[in-house]
Antibody, heavy 120, light 110 residues
Framework: QVQLQQSGPGLVKPSQTLSLTCAIS??????????WNWIRQSPSRGLEWLGR?????????GYAVSVKSRIIISPDTSKNQFSLQLNSVTPEDTAVYYC??????????WGQGTLVTVSS | QSMLTQPPSVSGTPGQRVTVSCSGG????????VSWYQQLPGTAPKLLIS???QRPSGVPDRFSGSKSGTSASLAISGLQPEDDADYYC???????????FGGGTKLTVL
């Protein structure tokens, strides 16, 4: 059974960087049959896909246009995890953030969620 | 503004059958598989329907999915009180090169 365990701060100041990590058990971040995503949820935006990282003989990333200029999603093979960095945050980035695994075209496993509040 | 359109709410009484619709376009539902997610209060969404009508292990066969053209539907038969939750559809969008989701439907079991 795949499990995704999220960690990271729940409060970030405006203009600073939001950083979250998703530790994977039961699968490998380097799996050629999976992609690893960050998705957020807020009352105003609903479920919003932010981006993904995946390995297919080399590493690939994909990002949503809405955050492309300030997001980095990176794998850490030594710790079997992946992370999210979102720069220059504003109160609009306040949301519950989820990491997920995509396999066979569906998000079949989700992390527990992290409420991140952007406030001074 | 969500890329996929769902009704904000549906309701039913125990034992009834309800459906939740999900409307999209040719770049998303029209070209890729649709999945459905159930979210109970205070918890992460959970995969309910995999592909166009595949249920992960543990999901009752009261839940079923279908797709036609650029629309999809989730049907729940024999409603149970524990089905009271939010339901989301999602799929890959080939034009945006990213996942898109519906705005969610709140199912109330009366």
């Amino acid at each position: 059974q795949v499990q995704l365990q999220q960690s990271g701060p729940g409060l970030v100041k405006p203009s600073q960087t939001l950083s979250l990590t998703c530790a994977i058990s039961g699968d490998s971040v380097s799996s050629k049959n999976a992609a690893w995503n960050w998705i957020r949820q807020s009352p105003s935006r609903g479920l919003e896909w932010l981006g993904r990282t995946y390995y297919r003989s080399k590493w690939y990333n994909g990002y949503a246009v809405s955050v492309k200029s300030r997001i980095i999603i990176s794998p850490d093979t030594s710790k079997n995890q992946f992370s999210l960095q979102l720069n220059s945050v504003t109160p609009e980035d306040t949301a519950v953030y989820y990491c997920t695994r995509t396999s066979d075209g569906v998000n079949d496993f989700w992390g527990q969620g992290t409420l991140v509040t952007v406030s001074s | 503004q969500s890329m996929l359109t769902q009704p904000p709410s549906v309701s039913g009484t125990p034992g009834q059958r309800v459906t939740v619709s999900c409307s999209g376009g040719t770049s998303n539902i029209g070209r890729d598989i649709v999945s459905w997610y159930q979210q109970l209060p205070g918890t992460a969404p959970k995969l309910l329907i995999s592909g166009d009508n595949q249920r992960p292990s543990g999901v009752p066969d009261r839940f079923s999915g279908s797709k036609s053209g650029t629309s999809a539907s989730l049907a729940i038969s024999g409603l149970q009180p524990e089905d009271d939750a939010d339901y989301y559809c999602g799929t890959w969008d080939g034009s945006l090169n990213g996942w898109v989701f519906g705005g969610g439907t709140k199912l109330t079991v009366l």
